[in-house]
DNA sequence: CTGAAAGCGCTAACAC
DNA sequence: GTGTTAGCGCTTTCAG
């Protein structure tokens, strides 16, 4: 049984009372330098540590974010984990990491996990299958801190941090005209997700632009976010198999990415002689495959610091926050031939 | 400010006294029915949450883990991670990630955090700057449950899970002999690291096996595992200015193999024409690579279940745990040419 | 069957 | 300057 020494212990080996040594530790200006000097060498002596629970407990508040996110193996993400770190470890926050796979059932079970009262604030990514958010909703009218990032709801007012994904996708899918490309599809995740809806927008705007007919049939969701193989593929599929096949795929995330590479090469079909790719995505070695696949990549550490800067704001904030940002930040493109 | 509902607040509501509220939510058998349906009603309306922080500090627990990996962004980890979920969870466990970036001090920060009452028991992988354990030792001295998985330290007498790293790494250096390599270089993580030393020792017994001398100056640590690409880059530099040029090389880690890849990339080097690799990788596109890199994949998710269903046992044994196991996993070669 | 009270580890009035 | 005490939210004797 792991039992970590307490207050009372020090005080009892040092014969002191617990409030003494509460405050000797607490470097209180009313105790002695005498008293105040035995007291920390002691707690240093025995690794004294104070019981967060404890504290948790006392101060009502657990010094804790909780950050919910579909997957830590997507880049996008274990980036914005890195940002988000960045800046709690600097202002003495724990950091819990969760992950939904993209299902709703296990982004209510986290949210009501990270709940009650064991974290101070969320950040929030919303999963692909997700389209009902009161679980948010409600926690949120309740006053828990909540900043939300990357995949954001329509109707909870709060701090929200996204990429420009309208502008990402618009600028990916013009350089896939510029390159000569015509029959442009898009391959996306789930259609009430804020970034399949912003990209989308993107990739239109970018036809209307160059007065290319945005073609119902090029356009394929992936209700959850390629996190099931046989989703993309059959999408994937769907696609080389109409009679107009597109020249050119635009893809609005990482995995479907390397999903639709991954049938691209099982069939043998060349990249880009065949058909040219564009995607969003924050690999670190896209730069190493076999098939060019230019991308969009959102600044994921920034973003991640930025969300977490936020959410301490609303947390540490004495008064009610009112006015609530809405910041979007702008990716950039880089192209592979 | 967010103020969850107590158990005083439904008993006042209610006209209770709090301890029969808290046998009713628990369903002790000691309580009429009328009032226990009565309660549980009011809990479900208002969504009532027991607080966490008080449970823990009554019951001494707090039903969570702490998990201490080098990366979350690492393949291996994420996998592992995914697989210490799958049991946690299950299980009644929260899980709380931290990464250490392969950083002593921020790995004993992490232990820190995680110590104190905050976790039950540690999930824990050194990074590959540890040579001192003390903080674990002690931890682990004062009764932390502890189970080490995949980078495991000597001496401190707990379960341990690792990856048959001599095994994989003794298959993957006979693959590149096979394949009629002679001049074999290894690239590696630092040098006390557990599986360092173990794929070492695979890669030299593979070298004997087939009468091949083992050539020092083909053996090339970086201290950090590839977390600072320039380490990669003047380790594989090193090797390809040797006079004596190797034609191939054992890579033992994720991080190592994508920098070597980038610099081969990089100067034009053709793989495998020039020079053949081989490596440790759980990543899931290496198949999409260009240049084919054959890999040993380690059980991860497997490894992250055994190691939580062992943590647990710890966690949950009645009496002092004294035997302890030291699990060994198979890896699996996967050939790409 | 239900209530009162103690205690988990800590801090913060309030004594003295 | 230091000790005493109450209380954070909960469970659990112990009374009744």
């Known amino acids: 049984m792991f039992e970590p020494p307490t207050l009372k212990d020090i005080a009892t080996a040092l014969g002191l009372s617990t409030s003494t040594v509460s405050r000797a530790l607490r470097d209180t200006y009313e105790i002695s330098a005498k008293t105040k000097k035995l007291v920390l060498e002691y707690a240093e002596k025995i690794n004294?540590?104070?019981?967060?629970?404890?504290?948790?407990?006392?101060?009502?508040?657990?010094?804790?974010?909780?950050?919910?996110?579909?997957?830590?193996?997507?880049?996008?993400?274990?980036q914005a984990i890195n940002g988000i770190e960045s800046i709690a470890y600097a202002r003495g926050y724990h950091v819990i990491i969760t992950q939904t796979h993209e299902s709703y059932a296990r982004e209510k079970i986290n949210i009501q996990h990270l709940a009650s009262r064991s974290v101070d604030g969320l950040l929030v990514s919303l999963s692909a299958e997700t389209n009902d958010i009161n679980h948010l909703k409600e926690l949120h009218d309740r006053g828990m801190p909540m900043v939300f990032f990357d995949r954001v709801p329509e109707d909870i007012h709060t701090h929200k941090i996204t990429a420009n994904n309208e502008q990402g996708a618009f600028e990916a899918t013009e350089h896939l005209i510029k390159s000569g490309c015509r029959k442009i599809a898009h391959l996306t995740s789930s259609a009430q997700l804020s970034i399949s809806i912003e990209r989308l927008r993107g990739y239109k705007a970018a036809l209307n632009n160059h007065n290319i007919e945005v073609?119902?049939?090029?356009?394929?969701?992936?209700?959850?976010?390629?996190?099931?193989?046989?989703?993309?593929?059959?999408?994937?599929?769907?696609?080389?198999?109409?009679?107009?096949?597109?020249?050119?795929?635009?893809?609005?995330?990482?995995?479907?990415?390397?999903?639709?590479?991954?049938?691209?090469?099982?069939?043998n079909i060349k990249v880009p002689e065949e058909i040219t790719l564009a995607g969003f995505s924050n690999s670190d070695v896209?730069?190493?495959?076999?098939?060019?696949?230019?991308?969009?990549?959102?600044?994921?550490?920034?973003?991640?610091?930025?969300?977490?800067?936020?959410?301490?704001?609303?947390?540490?904030?004495?008064?009610?926050?009112?006015?609530f940002e809405d910041k979007v930040i702008d990716t950039s493109l880089f192209i592979r031939d």
Do not use: W
């Open 48 to 78: 004294y540590q104070p019981n967060p629970n404890a504290l948790s407990l006392k101060e009502r508040r657990s010094k804790s974010i909780g950050v919910v996110v579909s997957e830590v193996a997507n880049h996008y993400f274990s």
């Open 215 to 267: 073609n119902p049939d090029y356009i394929k969701h992936c209700p959850h976010g390629g996190m099931f193989p046989e989703e993309t593929e059959q999408a994937v599929l769907e696609l080389l198999n109409l009679k107009d096949k597109p020249d050119a795929i635009f893809i609005a995330g990482d995995r479907l990415s390397i999903g639709c590479l991954e049938v691209l090469k099982k069939l």
């Open 286 to 323: 896209l730069n190493l495959f076999e098939y060019p696949l230019s991308s969009v990549r959102q600044p994921a550490f920034e973003m991640g610091k930025t969300a977490t800067e936020m959410l301490l704001q609303l947390i540490e904030s004495k008064y009610p926050v009112t006015e």
